[in-house]
């Protein structure tokens, strides 16, 4: 027992002059009383002392390969750029007619057109043309926009004759099917319900329709009736007008020989039909001189969509560099300062933009953010205060230089594919900018002045001019959008549910009379 006894205590007393010396070892012993280092600061302390990162250096010009152009007898204009990085070849055929073309009873028609091309030719079905392209390993697209239609092949380079040939039989030997047309017109008409129910899409539809009136670029989108009307005798009609060599070019980018591209477009397109350029003729958009405020109503809305524009500038135009500058410092991206204001000051929203559309007639600028019902006003005041502000105020040497480096620094990533140079390209062609015009982009971005930027600000962002559209539920916040100017809200479908008369400060004002909102 004693023994026992004697043994446990051994024990303890060893364990208590261990403790004694890990605890004297940790505390410095003799010197003094300190904390004790942890493997945090003791990992800090190995780590070398952390550089700031260099100063970016001066942005350099940059050159584009040339572009090697070619005219065929129909008209039809190839252009060839030459880049080996990559064994791929792009070709576009560009037809120079869109939505801009759309007969007014038949909206939507050359989308139809195009994507009608891929669903079978004269020679082969849908899925013959499918399992050719796969077979090569290549992709096949056709898509339209408001200037043009799009019909692309990318390949291997080796493969370029055999995707030349496919897409000359797909853009010019279209069979327009009916079986198939209808079932694309099912899909058309189930993706336009499907539409109707994101208020984003009501948004952007109700803002452009108001915008241009009765411009062709006041129309988006297909509508149900069109779709519903449209007959395959109309799409053969359109194709056979607007798929001809006067109206169209061919884009061909990779690693190819220029003198090969144009023997084989000629090969492929050079029995087309020359026809004539198609030149749409524009109705003049409405040139309003006072704020206006349109509300659709959207029961049971949680959010608010908010469009706020005005037509601004072509794209051709001399200005629209500074006015690109500009932009980026208004809403051009999450660095901006609707961006800064409306998400990370005042939270109230996911994120706040500004844009300039590219169009060849006069293009909108447009800001746009979605934002909770209950915000509604307080974001429209300050899109509002941002908007003036962008007039009265020349931006701050900091941010103006942000905004030219983001613009400037980003144009590498637009050229670093041969995809992308034929769009560069095809742009050139589209907006009929000059040959050398990416050349000189990034230079003329960083000429660009605080002054400059500003004087552009006020010819085509004009706050006081704006359509102003938002898309909610109106009875939480449309009577206080008096305060901004005259207030109409609607129901989807454009009938008139109320309206609201300007509250804004006026010399003379009497009040303001208000309609109920049904």
């Known amino acids: ?133 796969e077979f090569l390993g290549a992709d096949l697209w056709a898509t339209s926009d408001e200037e043009n239609t799009y019909v692309g092949v990318r390949a291997l380079a080796e493969q370029f004759d055999v995707v030349m040939a496919i897409l000359a039989e797909v853009a010019g030997k279209p069979a327009f099917n009916n079986k198939e047309l209808e079932k694309l017109k099912r899909r058309e008409l189930d993706r336009l319900a499907l539409s109707e129910r994101e208020p984003g899409y009501i948004a952007r539809r109700t803002f452009y329709r108001q915008l241009y009136g009765p411009h062709p670029y006041g129309t988006v989108d297909a509508t149900p009736q069109s779709v519903k009307r449209v007959r395959r005798q109309d799409l053969v009609r359109w194709h056979r007008e607007h798929f001809v060599g006067k109206n169209s070019f061919l884009v061909v980018a990779g690693d190819v020989d220029p003198d090969h591209v144009a023997e084989t477009a000629l090969k492929t397109f050079g029995p087309w039909n020359g026809g004539k350029r198609a030149v749409p003729t524009y109705d003049e958009p409405p040139r309003p001189t006072d704020r206006r405020i349109l509300v659709v109503d959207r029961p049971g809305s949680v959010q608010s969509v908010i469009y706020i524009g005005n037509l601004a500038i072509a794209r051709a135009n001399r200005e629209w560099i500074p006015l690109m500058v500009s932009n980026q410092v208004l809403g051009g991206s999450a660095a901006s300062r609707l961006f800064m204001d409306l998400r990370e000051k005042r939270s109230l929203t996911y994120g706040a933009y500004s844009a300039v559309g590219e169009r060849v007639d006069i293009g909108p600028f447009v800001a746009y953010a979605s934002v909770r019902t209950e915000v509604t006003a307080e974001a429209i005041d300050a899109f509002f205060a941002h908007l003036e502000r962008i007039h009265k105020e020349a931006a701050e040497p900091e ?100 309206r609201f008369e300007d509250k804004r400060p006026k010399a003379g004002a009497t009040g303001a009379q208000r309609g109920p909102i049904d």
């Open 1 to 133: 027992m004693k023994m026992g006894l004697r043994f446990r205590w051994g024990v303890l007393v060893v364990i208590l002059s261990l403790f004694g010396l890990s605890l004297v070892a940790a505390c410095g012993g003799s010197k003094g009383t300190v904390e004790p280092e942890t493997a945090k600061d003791a990992q800090a302390k190995a780590q070398p002392e952390r550089q700031p990162p260099p100063a970016p250096s001066e942005a350099k010009d940059m050159s584009l390969p040339p572009v090697q152009v070619a005219d065929l007898r129909n008209g039809l204009q190839v252009n060839t750029i030459v880049t080996d990085q990559l064994p791929v070849v792009y070709a576009t055929l560009v037809v120079r007619s869109g939505g801009e073309s759309d007969p007014i009873r038949l909206p939507g028609l050359a989308g139809l057109v195009a994507q009608m091309l891929k669903e079978g030719t004269t020679k082969r079905s849908s899925a013959e043309i499918a399992e050719a392209i």
């Open 399 to 498: 941010e103006l230089l942000n905004a030219k480096r983001y613009l400037s620094d980003s144009f590498p990533l637009k050229v670093d594919t041969p995809g992308k140079l034929a769009e560069l390209v095809a742009d050139l062609r589209t907006f009929g900018l000059p040959n050398d015009y990416w050349d000189h982009y990034r230079q003329w971005i960083r000429k660009t002045s605080a002054s400059e930027a500003q004087y552009v600000a006020r010819n085509y962002i004009r706050p006081k001019e704006s359509l102003v559209v938002i898309v909610g539920q109106a009875a939480d916040f449309a009577q206080s959008l008096q305060k901004f100017g005259p207030v109409t809200v609607v129901s989807p479908d454009g009938e008139v549910k109320a």
